[in-house]
Nanobody, 120 residues
Framework: QVQLVESGGGLVQAGGSLRLSCAAS????????MGWYRQAPGKQRELVAK???????NYGDSVKGRFTISRDNAKNMVYLQMNSLKPEDTAVYYC??????????????WGQGTQVTVSS
């Protein structure tokens, strides 16, 4: 099992910045990739950004050019630097880790979530 703990959420004005952190523990050797998802009220959970163990990144269209994901393998941490925040970025942000088990579906692990609120 993998445990994920997020930190760094909060309230910020539009145009501001926040940095989210996620600490992984447990069976971290099994993790192939980590990332961030978010869910706003009344909406489905969506990908924000993800990064593989090799460092390849992928971003949701709405955050490209504003958010940056990074990973510190030595510390078992993943970070999300969020710049130029917009009110529509308001959501609960969840840290995710996954294990590839092809041909079976990936095994996903989730943190408890951290609230990000952007005021206009």
């Amino acid at each position: 099992q993998v445990q994920l703990v997020e930190s760094g959420g909060g309230l910020v004005q539009a145009g501001g910045s926040l940095r989210l952190s996620c600490a992984a523990s447990g069976s971290i050797f099994s993790i192939n990739g980590m990332g961030w998802y978010r869910q706003a009220p009344g909406k489905q959970r969506e990908l924000v950004a993800k990064i593989t163990s090799g460092g390849s990144t992928n971003y949701g269209d709405s955050v490209k050019g504003r958010f940056t994901i990074s990973r510190d393998n030595a510390k078992n941490m993943v970070y999300l630097q969020m710049n130029s925040l917009k009110p529509e970025d308001t959501a609960v942000y969840y840290c995710n880790a996954y294990t590839v088990r092809s041909p079976l579906p990936n095994k996903n692990y989730w943190g408890q979530g951290t609230q990000v609120t952007v005021s206009s």
